[in-house]
């Protein structure tokens, strides 16, 4: 109970560090986690309403932008942060008391907690505007949320660990995978909407799922009938497995056993 307590302490304080150096170093500091999302919003829509495009039925554009765009953001965020946690901390790591997964523990929580913040006052702020909340199931949109950060703290740690031996994994997870990603995960379209060949193909990616799972919950009337949670849980499971295997393969190697 003891060695639990100072685990909690010692990940508390990195907390505390990462928000200071994340946040501290900026004019901005918290309100750019904020601006970002907004600025993503902005353009998206503008886009849509240039081209006279509309969202699916019973959908407004902001929230099906918002319900698409966040997600996606907390899994990219935590999966690039993590990926340079120990790189970005190595001196931390020559503490008895601190651990490669403390780093990458204490990443994960400030950007989880950051990105559900700015969820809920973007979600809030849409509310107040149209005089209404959108939000159908609420369990389910924390499920959503919560599998989304697990896919990207589970990839961010398997690439974390690659880094160690080669820093080929960190340049391979942004261009390679992301972008691609960024196209792929339901962002701008629903599932639904999807043309049968090609909800086939792009159903194999877990972000898709998570993102529609999300949008099931927020709007009244849309069911996210092609997709489930079972599907991204196993890739948080395999991932997460494989991440630590490798960091304690990893930990060897900066001799930290």
């Known amino acids: 109970m003891r060695g639990l307590v100072i685990e909690l302490q010692v990940i508390h304080a990195l907390v505390l560090r990462e928000t200071k150096t994340r946040f501290g170093a900026h004019r901005l500091g918290y309100v750019w986690a904020l601006l970002e999302p907004i600025i993503w919003i902005a353009t998206f829509g503008a886009m849509y309403y240039f081209l006279g495009r509309l969202a699916p039925p019973g959908m407004g554009v902001v929230e099906f932008l918002v319900t698409g765009i966040v997600p996606f953001l907390l899994f990219r965020s935590l999966a690039t942060r993590l990926t340079a946690a120990v790189d970005s ?48 199931q609420p369990l389910e949109v924390l499920a959503g949320l919560a599998l989304a950060g697990g896919l990207g703290a589970s990839l961010g740690l398997s690439f974390c660990a690659a880094s160690v031996y080669s820093n080929v994994a960190e340049r391979l997870l942004g261009p390679v995978l992301m972008r691609p990603l960024f196209w792929m995960s339901g962002i701008f379209y629903s599932v639904e ?37 079972w599907y991204p849980l196993g890739w948080v499971l395999v991932l997460s497995f494989l991440g630590l295997t490798m960091e304690r393969a990893a930990r060897r190697r900066l001799q930290l056993t």
Not at 194 to 213: E, K, Q, T
């Open 193 to 229: 909407a999807l043309p049968s060949a090609a909800r086939n193909v792009l159903l194999y990616n877990p972000v898709l799922h998570v993102i529609d799972l999300i949008r099931g919950g927020v709007f009244p009337g849309y069911e996210a009938r092609h997709v489930n949670a």
């Open 89 to 136: 901390n190595r001196g931390l790591l020559f503490y008895p008391r601190v651990r490669p997964l403390d780093v990458v523990a204490a990443r994960a929580v400030l950007e989880f907690a950051t990105h559900m913040v700015v969820f809920v006052l973007l979600m809030g702020g849409t509310a107040l505007v149209n005089g209404r909340l959108t939000l159908d």
